[in-house]
Nanobody, 121 residues
Framework: VQLQASGGGLVQAGGSLRLSCVVS??????LAWFRQVPGKEREFVAA????????YHENAEKDRLTISRDNAKNTVYLQVNSLKTEDTAVYYC?????????????????WGQGTQVTVSS
């Protein structure tokens, strides 16, 4: 199993990015995005189930975030709009079986390598 994340980069505040993560090797019920900044723990952003049911971090600005998946392509996406400097982080995709503990890193079996998002002011 491999997860390949892409789509990060340097973007000005107010811009948008669409992160992608291709999962190869098998399918998973739960796909998720986390992010991490230096010196802090990896933080849950959003997760999505096989049928498209999604859940976001309780403090997330849901009007700026959209998680989606294409099961035919075994790919999960994270659309982030109106980017802010505090969105700067390495974004990781994760895959695992069905769980209600979607916000915990321990719920996921496999991780992508991370893609850097840097938002400049």
């Amino acid at each position: 199993v491999q997860l390949q994340a892409s789509g990060g980069g340097l973007v000005q505040a107010g811009g948008s990015l669409r992160l992608s993560c291709v999962v190869s090797g098998r399918t998973f019920s739960n796909l998720a995005w986390f992010r991490q900044v230096p010196g802090k723990e990896r933080e849950f952003v959003a997760a999505i189930g096989w049928s498209g049911e999604s859940i976001y971090h309780e403090n997330a600005e849901k009007d700026r975030l959209t998680i989606s998946r294409d099961n035919a392509k075994n790919t999960v996406y994270l659309q982030v709009n109106s980017l802010k400097t505090e969105d700067t982080a390495v974004y990781y995709c994760a895959a695992g079986p069905y769980t209600r503990s979607h916000a915990y890193t321990t719920a996921y079996l496999f991780w992508g390598q991370g893609t850097q998002v840097t938002v400049s002011s």
